[in-house]
């Protein structure tokens, strides 16, 4: 009788503990730390050309950049070697150097939300409208100061049409030819659109919109939401921003984790939590730049050799 009685009691107080285990885990965001030290100290990576994450140290630490106000998304614009952002409140472009100075704000005309932005060559850009789920092509010349969108073209992707936890990030892939999106969670994935950026308007379009299945398992449990995105085209590799988990990870093409940089304070020599990460960017020399909503701005380099 006595066994009896004893083992709901053991149960219940388990279930307790347990209970109390995982709000721990989920409040502190431990998972991610557990996913950082077994990216970068206990598993093996291989890849010798990808970025090694666990060297880089901040450079930059939350500069704020006074003039904008809830900034999103972030481009590294190759020809111009400049960054660009977008306010999604103020509808506007915003272009700054690698060191954070502004050098113009662009006033777009035709947007609603607009979440993400890319650079992909020449004056082209492709940039995401959240509330209308859809992207958007435009050319950006070197010295416009407004740009009308109206009649811009334009796809929608169709997915949580009344929801806003939508497409957070875009960026070109220049390998591969395509736009790779991701969707911020409930459920969160990332896909492909080849066909849209220069489709010939005057043949039959033949856009093709999938979910890479290869970063399924690889993004379920290790972060939490998904912010934004970048793709490496030296690499093949793509840098994937949580700004819930507090964390960007590398993956190859094969969507394996190879490494990762926690943007908590006291690690990679931060001074403070990246409050709320929403764009990320790489440079030629394999600089990580982030974008931080409202307006700080902060750069990660790798370890002079």
Do not use: C
């Not at 107080?13 to 709000?23: D, G, N």
């Not at 931060?270 to 409050?275: D, E, I, Q, R």
């Amino acid at each position: 009788m006595k066994i009896i009685f004893k083992l709901p009691k053991i149960l219940s107080w388990t279930i307790i503990l347990l209970s109390v285990l995982a709000a721990l885990i989920y409040y502190f965001r431990l998972e991610a730390l557990g996913w950082y030290a077994w990216h970068n100290y206990y598993h093996t990576n291989t890849d010798d050309n990808g970025f090694h994450m666990r060297h880089y140290q901040v450079a930059i630490d939350g500069l704020p950049l006074e003039a904008l106000e809830n900034a999103s998304g972030l481009t590294f614009n190759d020809k111009r070697n400049t960054l660009f952002t977008v306010l999604n409140k103020e509808s506007k472009i915003i272009e700054f150097d690698l060191q954070g100075n502004i050098i113009r704000e662009v006033a777009v005309v035709g947007a609603e939300d607009m979440e993400g932005i890319t650079y992909v060559e020449g004056y082209r850009y492709v940039i995401a409208d959240e509330r209308d789920n859809r992207l958007v092509e435009i050319e950006l010349e070197d010295d416009a100061t407004v740009i009308d969108i109206t009649n811009a073209p334009k796809i929608n992707l169709g997915i949580n049409a009344a929801g806003n936890k939508n497409f957070e990030g875009v960026s070109w892939d220049d390998v591969n030819n395509r736009l790779l999106v991701v969707k911020e969670r409930d459920p969160k994935y990332i896909m492909s659109v080849t066909g849209f950026f220069n489709a010939d308007l005057s043949k039959p379009l033949n856009i093709q919109i999938k979910k890479i299945e290869a970063f399924d398992k690889a993004i379920k449990w290790a972060m939490r939401d998904l912010s934004s995105v970048t793709f490496h085209s030296e690499t093949g590799h793509l840098l994937l921003l949580s700004d819930e988990s507090r964390l960007i990870k590398e993956y190859d093409e094969d969507g394996k984790a190879l490494s990762a940089l926690a943007l908590w304070k006291g690690f990679h020599g931060l001074k403070a939590h990246v409050p709320q990460a929403e764009g990320i960017a790489v440079g030629p020399d394999k600089s990580i730049y982030i974008m931080s909503e409202p307006n700080l701005f902060y750069v990660f380099k790798q370890p002079k050799q």
